[in-house]
């Protein structure tokens, strides 16, 4: 058996200084993209480190004690980020969603917090402030999180079971850890929670009715994720896929479950609710059923550089212009020709054609700009 050898780009991920008009318009939050789709979610990687080692996400043989993570200097400042945050809040963003990485482990992350809660829409409206967290070190952060004006947390949780759990984070993390930080972040108000279970074929999909028995009766959302293949170092196969509708069957046939209408235009999870009345459940099937065309997400990276698309293989380099001297108006005018310019549709592609439409380049993993 031969190990598997995956390269890994020096430069990190191609990503280009964005042009700035020479006349800039200003915003007034009705940016929309080629396809006329607006820009509504702002996912903002607070660090590219993470204390798990999902095989799907940061597989250990290549993130290993070796691998170099971004030095600190690299990343944006909490004040940069408070100031970028603020532009694309002009151009329409309502929801900011902190990511990683583990984004827990940044220091000080309700520091910013505080900073992005005191920021609102045009009209005045508060924002959704939001984190996505493997929760490990979550029932210590609850409290002061919500203090700084976070709102809610989703959780990544694969598995009930101890031994799976350890086995899939592989880090011999317990998953009574999680499940104890779950339990805090309730108590202290940051829901509705969500819990996030990636299923892999073979591995932890007969995992999903135990998980669902176990929050079902709860105000906690369980969904579940199709296995996606974003970046290059996580092996990605489609056998190890389990589409969400034979989730969905499952699920049907032990409890017995209906569809229920979406939250909002662009929600990326399919709602379904038991019929016995017990909770809500949800799939996210971006590789079976793509759903590109009411895509209004951006995602930052945690050294500034603005991803379009969470497939994508460029991005567009941010941080030099927010260390480059340049004005707010010149950054949201450039901001505003990058979305104009948006026709991301990869997952769409991907479903039509069959193959791979990365054209052989390497798109961003997805550690480095949350999922």
Known sequence: MTDRVIPLADHRYAAAIPAVPAVALPANGLLADTLGRPLRD????????????????????????????????????????????????????????????EPLLRKNLEVLVEMLSALATPAGEPLDITLTTNASVLAKKAQSLKDAGLQRVTVSLDALDDAIFRRMNDADF?????????????????GPIKVNMVVKRGTNDHEIIAMARH???????????????VGATNGWRMDEVLPSAQVIARLDAEFGVEPIEPNYSGEVAERWRYVDGSGEIGVISSVTQAFCRD???????????????????????????????????????????IWRGRGDRYSELRGAMAADVGNGERRVEMHYIGG
């Open 174 to 190: 317990p998953v009574a850890e999680v499940l104890r930080g779950i339990e805090v972040a309730e108590r202290v108000g940051l």
């Open 42 to 101: 702002l996912r903002i990687s607070v660090t590219d480190r993470c204390n798990f080692r999902c095989s799907y996400c940061m597989p250990k043989e290549v993130f290993d004690k070796n691998y170099q993570f971004l030095p600190h200097s690299s990343l944006l400042s909490f004040e940069e980020i408070t100031r970028v945050a603020r532009l694309f809040v002009a151009h329409g963003v309502q929801k900011i969603r902190l990511t990683g990485g």
């Open 295 to 337: 895509c209004n997400r951006a995602r930052l990276s945690t050294e500034g550089k603005l991803f379009l698309c969470l497939f994508a293989t460029h991005g567009h380099d941010l941080r030099a212009l927010l260390r480059g001297g340049y004005a707010d108006a010149q950054i949201e005018a450039a901001i505003g020709e």
């Open 215 to 229: 929050f079902k009766g709860t105000p906690i959302i369980l969904r579940f994720i199709e296995y996606m293949d």
